[in-house]
């Protein structure tokens, strides 16, 4: 048999390069999304065929409205105490500016320009709409203290920019602080915050909540994207995982007298992928790229995760099933076909009450499909060619009349761009009546799963084996991933437990066990702290599936030669801990003395004690050297802050965004951290400027010298070079 030269990838890329000696085979770079043509034959006419809108006039404004950019869209962080004071901060300051800079940017009276739109869907009025696209607000001068207020708010946690239709797939699954629930495919992570958000909207009830978010994705990388999102809200309550939605694996959990069963979830996302034409508006590169192949290729998949979903899903648990395409072929088709495999134990309902003020169209109940180019129409499957028939199957197409209409399509909502200026999105609400026929509940062959054996060192100790996602751990990249740090929980007897619990007058509610490290070591680094049922989750079934990252940082080692105690407190974690701490380590302050702390940015120079309030000062005297809690209050808010108590001085512990954020709230001048890239670059071509003119001026005098002084200058070296060569010859003779 002759060799087969496709077997060596190697080879065959070498031969590749020979053949392409001398050929520019650079990819060709992709257009600006401003000079992209937003046409595509095919897309129109397939949505056309569809009847997605009532009539001519109707088709003409949503062809008009998904040419244009997609307006910005923020909501703020409702479960933090101070939500209400940031709104009206929002509502005065920030739109002030924002009327003014956008009369400046456009040339306009401030009368003409159209002041935020609060949508009027999302729940306390929370999220607003600007009538401005992210390339006004990125890239126009007068907007610069715009672009810095959505960057440190998000950074701070204390907002989240996000697609306006991006936000219902969360507020129609209505997450009770109580629930568990898994987001299948959650990875970049705005829906994901949503969840977290929902589940800590009772503080004063719950100190931690019961119920807790599991984030899964099957992208490794996109995963700590997604623990990146997350870390901003700091829960305790939440758990990132890495696994294949479509065969995500059944997992433990322990019952309240201690038996073990598998995990049922009370609410789950299945926000799955799909060909997204409608973010047209958002990613307008989609118009030379789409194509009916992608929604085929796509509907096995959405089947398949939606299947699972339904099956890890509790008896009179909620599954919202969500795209952000308009294909029936995605959302429509996949719908019809879980609901008839579930035989009735799985029913679509309406949700509409859930987002009063949302405009929407009813879910379709009949729809066509066609070849790639559309240049072919199928209303039955009988009518595809066989050559098709790999491609287009049977279940894509409507069920008859008599069996639709028992689904429910017309429930599903199907947001439209031109309905209220927005992206395109289609949901559906399904809830669970009983068991589903395919249901497969195994929980002996999980009891009886062999755990992997444990590598020992000499001593008898685990050998950690660590891997990290970034250094020269890369070139040991795995199949799926990297290998994660172990999750080490705190014993029963615990030497730094006994000295935080001293330290920080920690209240016994406090579940020591929940507090962990992920490093295999003696002298713990960071402790992060998680609930009581992600500690169960990760204990029971981190053989069973990738847990890339849970529990919030909580302490933090830092070793001072002025204090006896080893640990202080984490800014991240200081809304779990302090419901658990007790009055020896507060201090409460003035609004005078935090805007104090707040504004030294040098931690070589901290405050003096001197310089604060003399109740403060007093307070401080108690104290020893230390982490400690600066609380403050007024009649809007209650703030909390991480603080260190010097041997003379007091700081503040946090970073640059929550300062800013907290200066905000205090109405203080936050002019010292506004910065103006703009200015910036004004400044750096002015010193390039100044550097080039320099460097001319000295040219222009070097090339000053005249012919004479040339001569002169020759003439010179050469007297000079024949004395010393006479003197040589004097001294050779003698």
């Not at 002030?96 to 949508?119: F, I, M, N, Q, T």
Request: hydrophobic share 35%.
């Amino acid at each position: 048999m002759g060799r087969n030269r496709k077997s060596n990838p190697f080879a065959a890329k070498k031969r590749q390069k020979r053949e392409n000696q001398g050929v520019d085979t650079r990819p060709v770079r992709q257009e600006p999304y401003e000079d992209i043509k937003r046409e595509n034959a095919a897309f129109i006419k397939y949505y056309q065929l569809q009847s997605i809108c009532a009539d001519e006039n109707e088709w003409e404004q949503f062809l008009a409205k998904i040419r244009e950019n997609l307006p910005v869209t923020f909501r703020v962080t409702g479960f933090r105490g101070e939500a209400k004071a940031l709104l009206d901060i929002i509502e005065t300051d920030l739109f002030a500016d924002y009327v003014d800079s956008v009369a400046e940017l456009h040339g306009v009276p401030k009368e003409e320009v159209e002041r935020p739109l609060r949508l009027p869907w999302y729940p306390d009025g929370l999220a607003y709409q600007l009538q401005l696209t992210r390339k006004d607000i990125r890239r126009s001068e007068p907007l610069f203290r715009l672009h810095n207020f959505l960057i440190t708010e998000t950074s701070a946690g204390s907002i989240s920019r996000q697609e306006a239709v991006s936000m219902i797939p969360p507020l129609v699954l209505d997450v009770q602080p109580t629930d568990k629930v898994l987001d299948m495919c959650a990875a970049p992570g705005s829906k994901t915050a949503q969840l977290i958000e929902a589940l800590h909207s009772a503080p004063e009830k719950h100190k931690i909540p019961p119920g807790f978010v599991c984030a899964n994705d099957v992208d490794n990388n996109r995963c700590y994207m997604l623990v990146h999102q997350a870390k901003r809200l700091n829960s305790p309550c939440f758990v990132v995982t890495n696994h294949d939605s479509s065969f995500f694996p059944n997992l433990l959990q322990t019952e309240a007298d201690g038996s073990k069963s598998i995990l049922k979830f009370d609410k789950i996302l299945c926000d799955v992928p799909c060909s997204g034409d409608g973010t047209l508006r958002k990613n307008p590169d989609i118009w030379t790229k789409w194509n009916l192949a992608q929604a085929y290729n796509l509907h096995g998949i959405q089947y398949r995760i939606t299947r699972r979903g339904a099956e890890m899903l509790n008896v009179g648990g909620r599954l919202v099933y969500s795209t952000c395409s308009l294909n029936p072929i995605e959302n429509e088709a996949v719908l019809q076909r879980v609901i008839a495999d579930a035989d009735g134990a799985l029913e679509i309902v309406d949700a509409a009450h859930l987002v009063p003020g949302l405009k929407f169209k009813p879910g379709m109940t009949n729809w066509k499909l066609a070849t790639k180019e559309v240049d072919q129409i199928f209303t039955t499957f009988d009518e595809v060619p066989e050559k098709y028939h790999t491609v287009i199957r049977p279940n894509m197409f409507p069920l008859p009349k008599e069996q639709i209409e028992k689904i429910g399509l017309e429930k599903c909502l199907r947001v439209l761009p031109h309905l209220q200026d927005s992206g395109g999105f289609f949901v559906a609400v399904i809830e669970k009546r009983r068991q589903l026929p395919f249901e497969k509940n195994d929980l002996k062959a999980l009891l009886d799963k062999p755990k992997p054996e444990i590598k020992l060192d000499e001593n008898g100790q685990p050998i950690e084996e660590k891997s990290v996602p970034w250094g020269p751990q890369r070139k040991r990249r795995r199949l799926h991933g990297y290998k994660e740090d172990p999750y080490i929980f705190f014993e029963e007897q615990d030497a730094d437990w006994d000295e935080l619990k001293s330290f920080f007058a920690l209240d016994d509610t406090l579940n020591k066990r929940c507090l962990l490290t992920r490093c295999v070591t003696d002298k713990k680094k960071n402790i992060y702290y998680c609930s009581e049922p992600i500690r169960d989750m990760v204990l029971l079934n981190e053989d069973t599936i990738k847990i890339i990252n849970t529990g919030v940082k909580t302490f933090v080692r830092c070793e001072n030669r002025h204090t006896a105690h080893p640990f202080r407190l984490a800014q991240e974690g200081l809304q779990t801990t302090n419901a658990f701490m007790g009055a020896i380590r507060r201090i409460e302050i003035s609004r005078e003395d935090l805007i104090l702390l707040l504004n030294c940015t040098d931690p070589t120079k901290p405050p003096s004690t001197l310089e604060l309030a003399e109740e403060t000062q007093a307070r401080c005297k108690e104290l020893g050297v230390g982490s400690c809690i600066l609380k403050y209050e007024d009649s809007r808010f209650t703030l909390f802050l991480v603080g260190w108590r010097g041997s003379s001085s007091l700081r503040a512990y946090v970073d640059s965004n929550e300062t800013v954020h907290v200066l905000r709230l205090l109405g203080a001048d936050i002019s010292k951290f506004e910065v103006n890239k703009y200015e910036k670059a004004k400044e750096a071509a002015a010193a390039a400027a100044a550097e080039a003119e320099a460097a001319a001026a000295l040219a222009e005098a070097a090339a000053a010298i005249t012919a004479d002084d040339a001569v002169a200058l020759a003439e010179e070296q050469e007297d000079a070079t024949m004395s010393v060569n006479g003197s040589e010859v004097v001294t050779v003779a003698e």
